[in-house]
Nanobody, 117 residues
């Protein structure tokens, strides 16, 4: 069973930075997409950023210019660099990777990000 392990969350002051990591137990060389989503209390889960197999990225308007998604195939890891954090970025952040085929879409367990004002 493929697993994703997220890390890097925590408490940070507004304006600060965090880097989230999503380590996969399977090679990410041929994935369709990797992505980060977040869910704040009382709200639906929303897309934050995605990266395709070809390296094309997509961001929610609310994080454009502040967050950067990347992947390192040799480490089987997808990253989310978050700069200029705001209190409204507070949420549980989930990693998602789509391998297609029999593996399909796998979700991580989530990591808490809290931004204080």
């Amino acid at each position: 069973q493929v697993q994703l392990v997220e890390s890097g969350g925590g408490l940070v002051q507004a304006g600060g930075s965090l880097r989230l990591s999503c380590a996969a137990s399977r090679s990410i060389f041929s994935i369709n997409t990797g992505g980060w989503y977040r869910q704040a209390p009382g709200k639906q889960r929303e897309l934050v950023a995605t990266i395709t197999n070809g390296g094309r990225t997509n961001y929610a308007d609310s994080v454009k210019g502040r967050f950067t998604i990347s992947r390192v195939n040799a480490q089987n890891t997808v990253y989310l660099q978050m700069n200029s954090l705001k209190p409204e970025d507070t949420a549980i952040y989930y990693c998602n990777i789509d391998w297609s085929g029999r593996v399909g879409i796998v979700w991580g367990q989530g990591t808490q990000v809290t931004v204080s004002s």
